[in-house]
């Protein structure tokens, strides 16, 4: 099963980055792919929320919409998140938010799995999405980078 891990440092506190990154319905504002994000539920520290996003191999365009779990533990500056159902096999993984600097910055750490099945979906097809959702990981850790920084000066 692929992995991807993506880490960024964030110049603004651990628990606002932690809070911004909990507003999942702000990530399409900043991220380019992807189309939506709903929260369907909202209980304590459990979400679950639905995500569209629009994946593009090649000269082929398909949304791809699926519903995760999340479990944001305020404490520890963490969350855990699963699938539930969607156009993916499997997809679950982590994010931490450690304190830098005295406080003044964040390392962000997303870590997650997956495993998408389409029939007829060769070696080198794989290969592009893989390399899709590095670069999707990488513009959502930008994305809560620039919305924390900004929320920082303003």
Same mark, same amino acid.
């Given at each position: 099963?692929?992995?991807?891990?993506?880490?960024?440092?964030?110049?603004?506190?651990?628990?606002? &980055?932690?809070?911004?990154?909990?507003? =999942?319905?702000? #990530?399409? *504002?900043?991220?380019?792919?992807?189309?939506?994000?709903?929260?369907?539920?909202?209980?304590?520290?459990? &979400? &679950? $929320?639905?995500?569209?996003?629009?994946?593009?191999?090649?000269?082929?365009?398909?949304? +791809?919409?699926? *519903?995760?779990?999340?479990?944001?533990?305020?404490?520890a500056l963490?969350? $855990? #998140?699963?699938?539930?159902?969607?156009?993916?096999?499997?997809?679950?993984?982590?994010?931490?938010?450690?304190?830098?600097?005295?406080?003044?910055?964040?390392? +962000?750490?997303?870590? #997650?799995?997956?495993?998408?099945? =389409?029939?007829?979906?060769?070696?080198?097809?794989?290969?592009? =999405?893989?390399?899709?959702?590095?670069?999707?990981?990488?513009?959502?850790?930008?994305?809560?980078?620039?919305?924390?920084e900004a *929320?920082?000066?303003?």
């Amino acid at each position: 099963m692929p992995n991807v891990r993506k880490e960024i440092t964030v110049n603004a506190p651990a628990a606002k &980055v932690f809070a911004i990154a909990r507003d =999942i319905e702000r #990530f399409p *504002e900043a991220m380019r792919d992807l189309k939506s994000v709903e929260v369907l539920e909202r209980e304590g520290d459990r &979400v &679950v $929320s639905r995500w569209v996003s629009i994946a593009e191999v090649g000269p082929l365009t398909r949304e +791809v919409a699926w *519903e995760e779990e999340e479990l944001w533990d305020e404490d520890a500056l963490a969350c $855990s #998140f699963k699938l539930l159902k969607g156009d993916m096999k499997s997809y679950g993984g982590s994010w931490s938010f450690t304190s830098e600097e005295g406080g003044n910055a964040t390392h +962000v750490v997303l870590d #997650f799995d997956y495993e998408i099945e =389409i029939p007829m979906l060769g070696a080198l097809v794989k290969k592009i =999405i893989h390399a899709k959702m590095v670069d999707n990981c990488a513009s959502l850790l930008q994305a809560l980078k620039e919305l924390s920084e900004a *929320e920082r000066t303003s």
